[in-house]
C-alpha cells in the first residue's frame, strides 16, 4: 500500500525540481547518517538497501533545499531529515520522498533506453 501511495505521488510530482541544478553542497558524514536510519527507521532502512542493491547510490548532503533530490544516477538526500527526529517528516513519509527521487531515477533511465531525452 505504501509502495502504491508513494508511485502515485511519482506521477503526480514528476516534474517538481527534478534534476533542478544544486549549489555547491557538502557530502555529509555517511556512516554517521546510515547508523542513525538504520537504528530508528527500519523500514526506511530496507528500502535504501533495496534500492542499493538494484543498482543506485544513495548519497548524504549537509546544505540541501529540501529533503532529497534526484541527481544523474543517484538519490541525494539532505543528512538533517535523516540524522535526527524530525515530527513534521515521520518514517513512512521518509519513504515517500527516497521513493519518489527513485522514482525520478527510473523514468530517466527508461527514457535513456528509449534514446530520448530524459525530460
Ligand atoms: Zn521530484
Known sequence: MLRIYALLSICILFCIG???QAPHQERAND???NAFVEKTYPKLWKELK???KEGTAVE???SMKGPGRA???KIQLNQSYFNQPRPAFPEDRLI???LH???H???AKKCREKGGTQF
Open 101 to 103: 527521487e527513485y522514482g
Open 31 to 33: 556512516k554517521e547518517v
Open 50 to 52: 533495496k534500492i542499493e
Open 96 to 98: 515517500v520522498v527516497v
Open 71 to 73: 541527481g544523474k544516477e
Open 18 to 20: 527534478a534534476f533542478a
Open 60 to 62: 548524504f548532503f549537509t
Open 105 to 107: 531515477i527510473l523514468h
